[in-house]
């Protein structure tokens, strides 16, 4: 992501600002104050995954917040990515002068945190060096320049990296506005109108005229990344049931085709940096997951941040809500493993500190969405089953607690609720296309509008199809 500007994400959703929420941390049972310590609760995680389940965050050396960094990411997180010390502009300053210093403190300070380290990235249109674009022709691009910088960086930092985000930011944006009709992955690449398929960023003059860069990059990472490694193709607005997400996945398939990377060793990575406004629904995000695990790729989330228009204790709530249904998609996939939160609080974050969009405040205390990552991850580490879509309010969605948990009303009144009592579709209830209508856990709408039927998807998610 930008040091310094990106558009926002904006994927199809109703827009929610002031909409009531249900929420895990609502029931007694689960912590909604005081400190957090999720280390054990992610163990338990990746116990009942059977792998390793890796929650992180951004981190760069010299951060003005030493001492909360460091028990921040000794205590809650358990993975880290350097925000901006592994970009070409960090790691290759002067055509093949490999300089990873920065690259490897971060990776260091990793370890020092008992923390994993993950790559991000080896290819990006921006933040490039200063010799770049430059006048360097198509053919030495991609047979020289991206075959030497991805393997410098990948064999420098060597095999203990979980995944790499070999490129970043290659489909266009105009995808997005229903134009279904790009389907072919040069053709989602060449609408970002970006180098290297322009000679410089909006020019509209031709470089590379195929995806070769692509593949350059990829089938170097594969020669150079250890074997449990996984490439990642990186990408905002991604997630919805849209042509900008289809895109990426055909991009994804050209690359196994015609880069000869296995699907066991590709991902995608979902960026989301979304707001209360705009984000994908968990329906689409499980049934992309689901797609990509079909393939053998994983699907990871890795730039998450949720930004508000304020920060009254309604936005908090959906924001807690959101957050808690897009880390449910992610565990509740045999093939989410990764998940990366964008810069670890509201003061050290790329959107600003009005825009309010991490887990932790400006003085670095946890907000309602850290407790409700917490409680959802000790609602899956229990065995219980995915909760409804929370973000689409109490009247789709109302979340359980544990047995015998109470929650709070408004009124200061409580109820008990249980995981053992269900709660009724609303007669009538139809879900619309591609919305989901059943699945193991699922309180919402359980018929489909006309012209789509529900049809299983897997144990926990049903969606209405054509």
């Given at each position: 992501m930008f040091k310094s500007f990106v558009v926002l994400s904006v994927l199809a959703a109703p827009v929610l600002s002031q909409t009531a929420v249900s929420l895990l941390i609502d029931f007694a049972g689960y912590q909604s104050s005081g400190t957090i310590n999720l280390r054990s609760t992610l163990n338990n995680v990746s116990t009942k995954k059977g792998q390793t389940f890796h929650f992180g965050s951004t981190y760069d050396t010299g951060v003005s917040t030493a001492s909360w960094t460091k028990n921040v990411f000794s205590t809650f997180f358990n993975h880290i990515v350097a925000e901006n010390g592994c970009k070409w502009d960090a790691t290759e300053p002067s055509r093949g002068t490999s300089s990873l210093t920065e690259c490897l403190a971060v990776q260091s300070y990793a370890t020092s945190c008992s923390a994993s380290f993950r790559g991000h990235n080896t290819f990006w249109h921006a933040q490039t060096p200063s010799w770049l674009p430059g006048s360097i022709t198509a053919s030495d691009l991609v047979n020289n320049v991206i075959p030497q910088h991805v393997q410098q960086e990948i064999q420098g930092m060597g095999t203990s990296v979980t995944s790499w985000d070999v490129v970043n930011e290659i489909v266009g944006d105009g995808v997005s506005n229903g134009m279904?009709?790009?389907?072919?992955?040069?053709?989602?690449v060449q609408n970002k109108k970006d180098w290297p398929t322009q000679t410089s960023d909006g020019s509209n003059t031709a470089l590379v005229t195929d995806l070769s860069f692509v593949h350059a990059a990829f089938s170097t990472a594969l020669?150079?990344?250890?074997?449990?490694?996984?490439?990642?193709?990186?990408?905002?607005?991604t997630g919805a049931n849209d042509a900008k997400t289809a895109c990426v996945l055909a991009v994804l398939a050209d690359i196994n085709q015609n880069a000869g990377v296995p699907y066991n060793r590709?991902?995608?990575?979902?960026?989301?940096?979304i707001s209360t406004s705009g984000f994908p629904s968990k329906?689409?995000?499980?049934a992309n997951f689901a797609k990509l695990a079909a393939l053998g790729a994983n699907a990871m989330i890795t730039?998450?941040?949720i930004s508000l228009p304020s920060t009254s204790s309604a936005n908090?709530?959906?924001?807690?809500a959101i957050w808690g249904d897009i880390l449910d998609a992610c565990l509740y996939a045999s093939n989410c493993n990764e998940f990366i939160n964008w810069d670890t609080r509201d003061d050290q974050s790329w959107i600003g500190t009005a825009g309010a969009g991490t887990l932790f405040d400006s003085n670095g205390n946890p907000k309602p969405a850290a407790f409700e990552v917490q409680a959802r991850m000790q609602r899956f580490a229990s065995g219980a089953p995915m909760?409804?879509?929370?973000?689409?309010?109490t009247g789709s969605c109302m979340a359980s607690g544990p047995t015998g948990g109470s929650s709070t009303t408004a009124g200061g009144t409580t109820t008990t609720h249980t995981t053992t009592t269900p709660v009724t579709s609303p007669s009538g209830c139809l879900s619309?296309?591609?919305?989901?209508c059943g699945g193991t856990g699922w309180t919402g709408c359980t018929g489909c509008a006309s012209g789509s039927t529900c049809q299983v998807s897997n144990p926990y998610y049903s969606q209405c199809l054509a």
């Amino acid at each position: 992501m930008f040091k310094s500007f990106v558009v926002l994400s904006v994927l199809a959703a109703p827009v929610l600002s002031q909409t009531a929420v249900s929420l895990l941390i609502d029931f007694a049972g689960y912590q909604s104050s005081g400190t957090i310590n999720l280390r054990s609760t992610l163990n338990n995680v990746s116990t009942k995954k059977g792998q390793t389940f890796h929650f992180g965050s951004t981190y760069d050396t010299g951060v003005s917040t030493a001492s909360w960094t460091k028990n921040v990411f000794s205590t809650f997180f358990n993975h880290i990515v350097a925000e901006n010390g592994c970009k070409w502009d960090a790691t290759e300053p002067s055509r093949g002068t490999s300089s990873l210093t920065e690259c490897l403190a971060v990776q260091s300070y990793a370890t020092s945190c008992s923390a994993s380290f993950r790559g991000h990235n080896t290819f990006w249109h921006a933040q490039t060096p200063s010799w770049l674009p430059g006048s360097i022709t198509a053919s030495d691009l991609v047979n020289n320049v991206i075959p030497q910088h991805v393997q410098q960086e990948i064999q420098g930092m060597g095999t203990s990296v979980t995944s790499w985000d070999v490129v970043n930011e290659i489909v266009g944006d105009g995808v997005s506005n229903g134009m279904f009709t790009l389907k072919s992955a040069l053709q989602c690449v060449q609408n970002k109108k970006d180098w290297p398929t322009q000679t410089s960023d909006g020019s509209n003059t031709a470089l590379v005229t195929d995806l070769s860069f692509v593949h350059a990059a990829f089938s170097t990472a594969l020669k150079y990344a250890a074997s449990n490694t996984r490439l990642a193709i990186n990408d905002y607005n991604t997630g919805a049931n849209d042509a900008k997400t289809a895109c990426v996945l055909a991009v994804l398939a050209d690359i196994n085709q015609n880069a000869g990377v296995p699907y066991n060793r590709l991902a995608v990575g979902f960026q989301t940096h979304i707001s209360t406004s705009g984000f994908p629904s968990k329906a689409a995000l499980t049934a992309n997951f689901a797609k990509l695990a079909a393939l053998g790729a994983n699907a990871m989330i890795t730039e998450l941040d949720i930004s508000l228009p304020s920060t009254s204790s309604a936005n908090e709530r959906l924001q807690a809500a959101i957050w808690g249904d897009i880390l449910d998609a992610c565990l509740y996939a045999s093939n989410c493993n990764e998940f990366i939160n964008w810069d670890t609080r509201d003061d050290q974050s790329w959107i600003g500190t009005a825009g309010a969009g991490t887990l932790f405040d400006s003085n670095g205390n946890p907000k309602p969405a850290a407790f409700e990552v917490q409680a959802r991850m000790q609602r899956f580490a229990s065995g219980a089953p995915m909760l409804c879509a929370t973000a689409l309010g109490t009247g789709s969605c109302m979340a359980s607690g544990p047995t015998g948990g109470s929650s709070t009303t408004a009124g200061g009144t409580t109820t008990t609720h249980t995981t053992t009592t269900p709660v009724t579709s609303p007669s009538g209830c139809l879900s619309p296309l591609y919305g989901q209508c059943g699945g193991t856990g699922w309180t919402g709408c359980t018929g489909c509008a006309s012209g789509s039927t529900c049809q299983v998807s897997n144990p926990y998610y049903s969606q209405c199809l054509a």
